[in-house]
């Protein structure tokens, strides 16, 4: 089968995919249709967090397979429930709500903001992405994704990145949220300031917004923490997640403070799938893996050495836990060679990688990725 003819036959254009069929994983590597072995450093973009086929994995949700998918919000179930006591534990928020993907989670807290505040404005950071839906993508920096979509929803302001003095300026009495990736994961990993996010909550104490802490790709111990909000002390009205909350399996969810949840009625907001208990035992199940495994204390340690064994190659290493992107020229072009190389790489631009393996990755891995992608770079000069 010539799977890439097919696909451009029958698919929307939406993709520029790599040219490799993907069609078996195991832990932090994966196999193409011809029995190829790659190092994956993607993991489904930050969401294979246990790694792949995860015997844990299978077995909790075969379990619930045969028990039952789903039934919808008209009815309790047991799972939705249980997941809900465990965000209460590892994330530190009080009530939460489940949906199926980041954006939906986004669109959520947006929706959060304006009932709970009685207010529009919405304030976002210049670079920051948030999903592709109209709410997110209103809130969403780059003008490619937003432009053909227009009129999105107003008001947004844009604030620059960890400049206090922007934010000063464009947040007051009238706004509804600041919402904010406390390490911006799209732009190409990068971290916001302490002093920064300390002055969101400051003029938050006297205008009265609510701050929304995205955390679709920095959830779950991606960081070296289960959340990333925990490496700056604070905590946020709303926060949203997704990504490796069911490791791959679609889930997202939306935890608020107890304030915040005060506000909220019921048929307020709703999702048909959302919460099924089929989700819902895919995110136990990679809550218990990532705690069993600690994986949280994994990702810290690893992704520092990792971080370390990167700066041998570039100039420019940042990021938190095995949340990493780093400089390297023609990263277009490293990612093509990966493929050759069997390494499976992500550039979010011209010039830049991202790494976001899955948390089981160890050190030997670690060299593995360096040793190749030194000699990548070496063919390439
Ligand atoms: C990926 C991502 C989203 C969107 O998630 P989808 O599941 O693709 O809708 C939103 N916010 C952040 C920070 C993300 O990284």
């Known amino acids: 089968m010539d799977w890439f003819e097919l696909e451009k036959e029958y698919l929307i254009p939406f993709y ?30 930050a969401c294979v967090a246990i790694g792949h086929s995860h015997p844990h994995f299978i077995k909790r949700v075969e379990e619930q397979l045969k028990k039952l998918v789903h039934v919808s919000n008209l009815f309790y179930t047991t799972p939705q429930i249980e997941l809900a006591m465990k965000l209460r534990e590892i994330s ?6 489940f949906c199926n993907s980041g954006t939906e989670a986004v669109e959520c807290a947006l929706k959060i903001s304006r009932k709970v505040t009685g207010r529009k404005k919405f304030v976002a950071l210049k670079g920051a992405f948030h999903g592709r839906t109209m709410g997110s993508l209103s809130v969403t920096w780059k003008e490619k994704f937003r432009k053909p979509f227009e009129p999105l929803i107003k008001p947004v302001e844009f604030v620059e990145p960890n400049n206090i ?15 904010l990736e406390p390490i911006q994961g799209e732009a190409g990993v990068y971290p916001l300031d302490e002093g920064f996010i300390k002055a969101v909550f400051e003029e938050r104490d006297e205008h009265h917004f609510i701050v929304i802490f995205d955390e679709v790709q920095t959830g779950f111990g991606r960081t070296g923490k289960w959340f990333a909000k925990d490496h700056y002390g604070v905590k946020p009205d709303v926060i949203a997640m997704a990504k490796a909350m069911g490791s791959g399996f679609p889930i997202g969810g ?7 949840a005060k506000k909220l009625e019921a048929t ?10 089929l989700a819902c035992t895919a995110s136990l199940a990679t809550i218990e893996i990532i705690e069993k495994e600690k994986l949280v204390e994994n990702a810290g340690k690893v992704g520092s050495y990792f971080r370390e064994r990167l700066s041998e190659l ?26 050759d190389e069997g390494l499976v790489l992500n550039a979010t631009s011209e010039d830049n990688l991202r790494f976001v393996p899955p948390l089981v990755i160890g050190k030997e891995e670690v060299d593995y990725a360096v040793e190749k992608l030194g000699s990548i770079l070496r063919t390439l000069t």
């Open 16 to 45: 520029k995919r790599q040219r490799v069929v993907f069609v078996r994983g195991e832990g932090c590597w994966l196999y193409d249709e011809n029995g190829k072995k790659y190092l994956d450093l993607v993991a489904g973009i």
């Open 92 to 97: 530190g928020m009080d009530k939460f709500f």
């Open 165 to 179: 003095h922007d934010l000063e300026k464009k947040v007051d009495d009238e706004t509804a949220c600041v919402i």
């Open 254 to 260: 939306v935890g608020v403070t107890n304030e915040v």
């Open 268 to 277: 307020e907001h709703a999702s048909t799938f959302g919460g099924n208990p």
């Open 314 to 339: 570039s100039e420019e290493v940042r990021g938190l836990g095995l949340m990493i992107g780093a400089k390297f020229e023609n990263a277009f072009e490293i990612v093509r060679r990966g493929f």
